[in-house]
C-alpha cells in the first residue's frame, strides 16, 4: 500500500490531534513573530520531483527571489567549496555544484534566515545537530534504503528538529527554562519536556510545517522522528526516511551531547528497534556519526551562523 502524504492525522491519537491543532493555531495568531514561510522551499521541493528537472530550472527558480539570489552566490563563491572561478550567475553555480548541493544550500540558507535572535550558542548547537543528522540520514539513505532520495533524507533530517527554534522564537522562558534542565541532568529532550510541563517540540515542527504549508512528508518526519514510527497511512518512502532520520538524530545526539547513561542507553534501544540491527550495527553507524562530525561543525560555521546573525 503506497500510502498518502498529506496533512492528514492519521496516526494520531484524539489527544495529540487536539494539542496539534492548538498549537498550529497558536502559531497562526503569533504570525508577527515567527517568520515568513519560505515559499521557496515548496517550490523547490515540487521542481526536483519533477524527473526532467535539470540546473537550469533549478536556476530560474532561484532567480526570482533576488535576495535568496545574493546568499547563495556568496556561498558558492566562499572559501568553504575552493571554487577557482568566481561564479555570478545562479544557473552557473548549480550547474558547478549540481543540483542536489544547491538544494541543500537553499534550505540551509531559508531556515538559516527565518530564525534569529535565538542565543548564538543555542543556534550553533542545534544547526549542528540538525547538519550531523542530515549528513547521517543522507549516508544511511544511500548505504541502507538506497531507493530513498538522498537529497529528501538531507532535507529532512536538517529541518527535523526544527520545533526547537519555534520554542525559542514564540516562548524563550520555556527555552530558556528548558535548556538548563537539560544541562544539569543530560537527558533526552522529551524526558525535560515532561518534567517542567512545556509542549513538545515535535508538535511546535508539525504544526509550523502546517502554517508554512511544507509538503506533508515534513510534518510527519518532525512529529515522528523521536519514535520513528510513521504513520500506517504514509508511503513506503516517507516511512523509510522517518525510521532514517530518527536512527540518525538518535545517533548524533549521542555524539554530541553529555547525556547520562539511562539517556544514553534509552537511545541505543530505540536505534535497535528503529533500524533492527545489533550492538555491531549500532557501533558502525556511531563511528559514522563521529566521522562526519567535523564536516557538520565546517558547514554550520560557513553556512548557517552568517545568515543567523
Same mark, same amino acid.
Given at each position: 500500500?503506497?500510502? $498518502?502524504?498529506?496533512?492528514?492525522?492519521?496516526?494520531?491519537?484524539?489527544?495529540?490531534?487536539?494539542?496539534?491543532?492548538?498549537?498550529?493555531?497558536?502559531?497562526?495568531?503569533?504570525?508577527?513573530?515567527?517568520?515568513?514561510?519560505?515559499?521557496?522551499?515548496?517550490? *523547490?521541493?515540487?521542481?526536483?520531483?519533477?524527473?526532467?528537472?535539470?540546473?537550469?530550472?533549478?536556476?530560474?527558480?532561484?532567480?526570482?527571489?533576488?535576495? *535568496?539570489?545574493?546568499?547563495?552566490?556568496?556561498?558558492?563563491?566562499?572559501?568553504?567549496?575552493?571554487?577557482?572561478?568566481?561564479?555570478?550567475?545562479?544557473?552557473?553555480?548549480?550547474?558547478?555544484?549540481?543540483?542536489?548541493?544547491?538544494?541543500?544550500?537553499?534550505?540551509?540558507?531559508?531556515?538559516? $534566515?527565518?530564525?534569529?535572535?535565538?542565543?548564538?550558542?543555542? *543556534?550553533?548547537?542545534?544547526?549542528? *545537530?540538525?547538519?550531523?543528522?542530515?549528513?547521517?540520514?543522507?549516508?544511511?539513505?544511500?548505504?541502507?534504503?538506497?531507493?530513498?532520495?538522498?537529497?529528501?533524507?538531507?532535507?529532512?533530517?536538517?529541518?527535523?528538529?526544527?520545533?526547537?527554534?519555534?520554542?525559542? $522564537?514564540?516562548?524563550?522562558?520555556?527555552?530558556?527554562?528548558?535548556?538548563?534542565?537539560?544541562? $544539569?541532568?543530560?537527558?533526552?529532550?522529551?524526558? +525535560?519536556?515532561?518534567?517542567?510541563?512545556?509542549?513538545?517540540?515535535?508538535?511546535?515542527?508539525?504544526?509550523?510545517?502546517?502554517?508554512?504549508?511544507?509538503?506533508?512528508?515534513?510534518?510527519?518526519?518532525?512529529?515522528?522522528?523521536?519514535?520513528?514510527? +510513521?504513520?500506517?497511512?504514509?508511503?513506503?518512502?516517507?516511512?523509510?526516511?522517518?525510521?532514517?532520520?530518527?536512527?540518525?538524530?538518535?545517533?548524533?545526539?549521542?555524539?554530541?551531547?553529555?547525556?547520562?547513561?539511562? !539517556?544514553?542507553?534509552?537511545?541505543?534501544?530505540?536505534?535497535?528497534?528503529?533500524?533492527?540491527?545489533?550492538?555491531?550495527?549500532?557501533?558502525?553507524?556511531? !563511528?559514522?556519526?563521529?566521522?562526519?562530525?567535523?564536516? +557538520?561543525?565546517?558547514?554550520?560555521?560557513?553556512?548557517?551562523?552568517?545568515?543567523?546573525?
Amino acid at each position: 500500500m503506497d500510502g $498518502q502524504d498529506g496533512y492528514g492525522d492519521d496516526g494520531v491519537d484524539g489527544t495529540q490531534r487536539a494539542r496539534l491543532l492548538s498549537v498550529a493555531e497558536l502559531l497562526e495568531r503569533d504570525k508577527k513573530r515567527l517568520p515568513a514561510s519560505p515559499k521557496v522551499l515548496v517550490d *523547490l521541493d515540487e521542481l526536483l520531483r519533477r524527473p526532467t528537472a535539470g540546473a537550469a530550472d533549478v536556476g530560474r527558480l532561484l532567480e526570482r527571489d533576488p535576495a *535568496l539570489v545574493a546568499v547563495v552566490l556568496s556561498l558558492v563563491n566562499s572559501a568553504y567549496y575552493g571554487l577557482r572561478v568566481r561564479i555570478v550567475d545562479p544557473r552557473l553555480g548549480v550547474a558547478y555544484l549540481g543540483i542536489e548541493e544547491v538544494h541543500r544550500l537553499v534550505v540551509a540558507a531559508t531556515i538559516a $534566515q527565518s530564525f534569529r535572535n535565538i542565543p548564538a550558542t543555542r *543556534l550553533r548547537a542545534h544547526w549542528t *545537530l540538525a547538519h550531523l543528522t542530515a549528513l547521517v540520514s543522507r549516508s544511511l539513505a544511500g548505504e541502507r534504503m538506497p531507493w530513498l532520495s538522498r537529497s529528501a533524507a538531507w532535507s529532512s533530517g536538517l529541518l527535523h528538529d526544527i520545533g526547537e527554534l519555534v520554542r525559542w $522564537q514564540i516562548d524563550r522562558e520555556s527555552a530558556e527554562t528548558l535548556a538548563e534542565y537539560r544541562a $544539569q541532568h543530560h537527558c533526552l529532550p522529551e524526558e +525535560a519536556e515532561v518534567a517542567i510541563e512545556t509542549t513538545p517540540a515535535p508538535l511546535y515542527a508539525a504544526a509550523l510545517c502546517r502554517v508554512w504549508n511544507l509538503p506533508g512528508p515534513f510534518e510527519i518526519v518532525c512529529r515522528s522522528h523521536r519514535t520513528g514510527v +510513521a504513520p500506517t497511512t504514509c508511503r513506503r518512502d516517507t516511512v523509510d526516511i522517518v525510521r532514517v532520520v530518527a536512527s540518525a538524530s538518535h545517533a548524533s545526539r549521542i555524539v554530541l551531547d553529555r547525556m547520562n547513561p539511562a !539517556a544514553e542507553a534509552e537511545s541505543i534501544a530505540r536505534i535497535e528497534d528503529i533500524l533492527v540491527t545489533d550492538r555491531a550495527g549500532i557501533d558502525a553507524l556511531l !563511528a559514522l556519526a563521529e566521522a562526519l562530525r567535523p564536516e +557538520a561543525e565546517r558547514a554550520v560555521s560557513a553556512h548557517m551562523m552568517p545568515l543567523a546573525v
